[in-house]
């Protein structure tokens, strides 16, 4: 599966299956855009200052090793990305269907 720039390249064929999906800069380009006003700080360094939990990495880890784990033993990527947030807690996943790679189909 490849990550691709442009959306030029992703076709799904009559199965639903594609060859690539898009670059996570085109699927979420906020998180590329510095803050003007915010001073770069490591992880620790934002923990110890609470603008940021703990469970953040937990959380992360655990969906990286489910995305993980599906493509060693199934050999799938079945979501273009997990979005998540604990103000409110909540975890969205984006899957790959025909619908969802529309957007990116140029």
């Excluded at 997990?82 to 790959?96: A, E, F, G, K």
């Amino acid at each position: 599966m490849d990550s691709l720039a442009h959306g030029r390249k992703i076709r799904t064929d009559r199965l639903g299956l594609c060859r690539g999906i898009p670059s996570p800069y085109l699927q979420e380009s906020e998180p590329l855009e510095p803050d003007p006003n915010a001073q770069a700080q490591f992880c620790a360094e934002m923990v110890l200052a609470e603008t940021r939990s703990l469970m953040v990495n937990r959380m992360a880890a655990a969906i990286a090793a489910q995305y993980t784990a599906v493509f060693v033993l199934q050999r799938h990527v079945l979501h273009m990305g997990t979005m998540s947030s604990l103000n409110p807690p909540s975890t969205r996943s984006r899957p790959i269907t025909p619908s969802t790679l529309n957007p990116f189909q140029l």
